[in-house]
């Protein structure tokens, strides 16, 4: 079966400019989370949604960045004027249940000009 | 100080060797633990989950203390497949078990 897809796989802009990272979950995955990697490091925790409702922004680095999932499926990762320390892979990952594991997109890498 | 530590590596092993990467967790309340498996350029993979009893998965054990809030994952008969960068992951407490991951520790099987 189709897993989680992010688009585009890979994003060049220059700095200032605004982005707009899409992921589609597993069909029928309550729970989205996405996640910011940069080079030589793990994963690090952006945001996270149950449904259409956002429950934990905490991991947002600035209020440049906006998360949204409107119909509880697919969801958006917006990064406004944006700077050289946002180049990044960023990961989306859904999951069914609490007790089930999480599973990656092959992630967007973002690159800042 | 990152939550969750990891030996700094990278680790150069000869295939069949045995090698043991180990992992302490700041965040008491974590209740989810896991080793990921995150090869170049890809995404990460759940390699297993670490129980509490510690569990074994074919040539991977796992362990975890939680007196010590301290994980580990042994790699028996090492194969070059098993070249990667794995992470240790704690879930991260009431965040609808949004994942903590390590820096990782990078492996090399060398033939």
Same mark, same amino acid.
């Given at each position: ?16 400019? =605004? ?5 589609? %979950? ?17 994963? !690090? ?11 934990? /922004?905490?991991? $947002?680095?600035? =209020?440049?960045?906006?998360? !949204?999932?409107?119909?509880? *499926?697919?969801?958006? $990762? ?6 050289? !320390? =946002? ?10 249940? #609490? ?15 | 100080? /990152?939550?969750?530590?990891?030996? %700094? ?17 700041? #965040? ?16 990460? /993979? ?5 129980? *509490?009893?510690?569990?074994? =998965? @074919?040539?991977?054990?796992?362990? $975890? ?21 794995? $992470? ?5 407490? #009431?965040? @609808? ?6 820096? @990782? ?7």
């Amino acid at each position: 079966g189709a897993g989680v897809s992010q688009s585009p796989r890979y994003k060049v802009a220059k700095r200032g400019q =605004d982005v707009a990272l899409r992921c589609d %979950p597993i069909s029928g995955h309550v729970s989205l989370f996405w996640y910011q990697q940069a080079l030589g490091q793990g994963p !690090e925790f952006l945001t996270y949604f149950q449904n259409e409702a956002q429950l934990d /922004k905490s991991g $947002l680095p600035s =209020d440049r960045f906006f998360a !949204e999932r409107p119909e509880g *499926s697919v969801s958006t $990762l917006k990064i406004q004027r944006t700077q050289q !320390e =946002d180049s990044a892979v960023y990961l989306c990952a859904s999951r069914d249940g #609490n007790n089930q594991p999480q599973h990656f997109g092959d992630g967007t890498r973002l690159s800042i000009l | 100080r /990152k939550e969750v530590e990891q030996d %700094p590596g990278p680790f150069n092993v000869p295939e069949g060797a045995t090698v043991a990467f180990n992992c302490t967790y700041s #965040n008491s309340a974590s209740q989810s633990f896991f080793w990921y498996r995150q090869d170049c350029r890809k995404e990460p /993979k759940l390699l297993m989950s670490v129980y *509490s009893s510690g569990n074994e =998965d @074919g040539r991977f054990t796992a362990q $975890l203390n939680r007196a010590s809030q301290y994980i580990s994952l042994l790699i028996r008969d090492s194969k070059l497949s098993d070249s990667a960068t794995y $992470l240790c992951v704690v879930n991260i407490p #009431n965040s @609808g078990y949004a994942l903590n991951f390590g820096k @990782g520790t990078s492996l090399l099987v060398t033939p």
